[in-house]
């Protein structure tokens, strides 16, 4: 009966992968409201983040986090310290997928928590009550970087036109952000992408009428090939699932 238990009890336990084991100190606020409709898109180019896995379990960055959006789709855990009267006790800690832009505010000289070279999270306001309490408006944590876990492959949601394609990738597991993409299609050779803004992706090389391969790269340098991941008749505007993820 005891080992019986003892299963249970680490089958039950969510297992965090730690991409740095160090704890670092910031700060965090929340802002929309608890159906999360004002943390939809943003400035890492997602889109619906509800149809798009993340749901609300999101976050902004401060300047000195978002590294000028290839931070986009990191994950991190969250806790909330050193506040007794506003953090909740025994809350444990939240994990969020950064999918947004916390701008600075030079005009104002107190309250700038976004402001270089702070290092702060604006959550969602359903992240923020799961470790402290609504009233609190801005709390101190402690973070660190945590490896991302997606389900389903990656996705590659085409746009542009017939003389530029622009690729958002999304739902990317693995340390989450993507640092360097080639596309590739059935009639060409690996083609490098450039970054266009948060993480969408560019090249001006004529490519409808191909089926399209990508080498996706992150932060970490682990690299995936999706080989033929948008069939040759694919469509601007629709998504496609690479069928495997980090």
């Given at each position: 009966?005891?080992?019986?238990k003892v299963f249970l009890i680490l089958a039950m336990t969510v297992v965090v992968s730690a991409i740095d084991s160090k704890w670092y100190d910031?700060?965090?606020?929340?802002?929309?409201?608890?159906?999360?409709?004002?943390?939809?898109?943003?400035?890492?180019?997602?889109?619906?983040?509800?149809?798009?896995?993340?749901?609300?379990?999101?976050?902004?960055?401060?300047?000195?986090?978002?590294?000028?959006?290839?931070?986009?789709?990191?994950?991190?855990?969250?806790?909330?310290?050193?506040?007794?009267?506003?953090?909740?006790?025994?809350?444990?800690?939240?994990?969020?997928?950064?999918?947004?832009?916390?701008?600075?505010?030079?005009?104002?000289?107190?309250?700038?928590?976004?402001?270089?070279?702070?290092?702060?999270?604006?959550?969602?306001?359903?992240?923020?009550?799961?470790?402290?309490?609504?009233?609190?408006?801005?709390?101190?944590?402690?973070?660190?970087?945590?490896?991302?876990?997606?389900?389903?492959?990656?996705?590659?949601?085409?746009?542009?036109?017939?003389?530029?394609?622009?690729?958002?990738?999304?739902?990317?597991?693995?340390?989450?952000?993507?640092?360097?993409?080639?596309?590739?299609?059935?009639?060409?050779?690996?083609?490098?992408?450039?970054?266009?803004?948060?993480?969408?992706?560019?090249?001006?090389?004529?490519?409808?009428?191909?089926?399209?391969?990508?080498?996706?790269?992150?932060?970490?340098?682990?690299?995936?090939?999706?080989?033929?991941?948008?069939?040759?008749?694919?469509?601007?505007?629709?998504?496609?699932?690479?069928?495997?993820?980090?």
């Open positions: 009966m005891a080992v019986y910031a700060r965090a606020t929340f802002y929309g409201d608890m159906g999360g409709g004002a943390t939809m898109k943003g400035a890492c180019g997602y889109g619906n983040l509800f149809k798009q896995g993340y749901g609300l379990a999101t976050t902004a960055l401060s300047t000195a986090l978002f590294n000028d959006g290839l931070t986009c789709g990191a994950c991190f855990e969250i806790f909330c310290t050193n506040d007794p009267k506003w953090c909740i006790p025994k809350a444990g800690s939240i994990i969020v997928t950064a999918t947004n832009f916390c701008p600075p505010n030079y005009t104002k000289t107190k309250d700038v928590w976004c402001n270089p070279p702070q290092k702060h999270f604006d959550l969602s306001m359903r992240m923020f009550t799961k470790i402290a309490y609504y009233k609190a408006g801005v709390i101190p944590v402690r973070y660190r970087r945590v490896l991302c876990s997606k389900l389903g492959g990656v996705k590659f949601e085409i746009k542009g036109n017939p003389y530029w394609t622009l690729v958002l990738i999304y739902n990317v597991g693995g340390a989450g952000d993507v640092n360097a993409v080639n596309i590739k299609g059935s009639k060409t050779q690996w083609i490098a992408m450039t970054r266009n803004w948060g993480q969408n992706w560019q090249t001006g090389i004529v490519l409808t009428g191909q089926s399209l391969s990508f080498q996706v790269t992150l932060s970490d340098k682990a690299m995936i090939e999706f080989d033929n991941a948008a069939p040759a008749g694919w469509q601007f505007g629709q998504t496609y699932d690479g069928g495997k993820n980090f």
